[in-house]
């Protein structure tokens, strides 16, 4: 199985940058499709970015194009979300989320593993 931990989150400024990581156990990390999802109080847990099994095939949703990032460093068994420009409306809790399915990438019911999240606060 796959055993995942967040870490990177913080209160900035807008206009500001931070960076994700995602710890990874186990050699299983490779097979894996790897996601970052947010939830904000009161809404819906919301997909943010993907990156499946090559590493140049990514998917973000429309809000974070062009500002956040996702990647990962088989290597160190780690994914990454850089996020920059941030903006107030970024605000969440950010999840790290790993499954064995490609098809459904943007959906939280396809991930199996789930790490306990890391809150980004984003001041105006």
């Known amino acids: 199985q796959v055993q995942l931990v967040e870490s990177g989150g913080g209160l900035v400024q807008a206009g500001g940058s931070l960076r994700l990581s995602c710890a990874a156990s186990?050699?299983?990390?490779?097979?894996?499709?790897m996601a970052w999802f947010r939830q904000a109080p009161g809404k819906e847990r919301e997909f943010v970015a993907a990156?499946?099994?090559?590493?140049?095939?990514?998917y973000y949703t429309d809000s974070v194009k062009g500002r956040f990032t996702i990647s990962r460093d088989n290597a160190k068994n780690t994914v990454y979300l850089q996020m920059n420009t941030l903006k107030p409306e970024d605000t969440a809790v950010y999840y790290c989320a790993a499954g064995p399915r490609a098809s459904t990438y943007s959906a939280a019911y396809a991930y199996d593993y789930w790490g306990q999240g890391t809150q980004v606060t984003v001041s105006s």
């Open positions: 186990g050699r299983t990390f490779r097979t894996y499709a």
């Open positions: 990156i499946l099994l090559n590493a140049g095939t990514t």
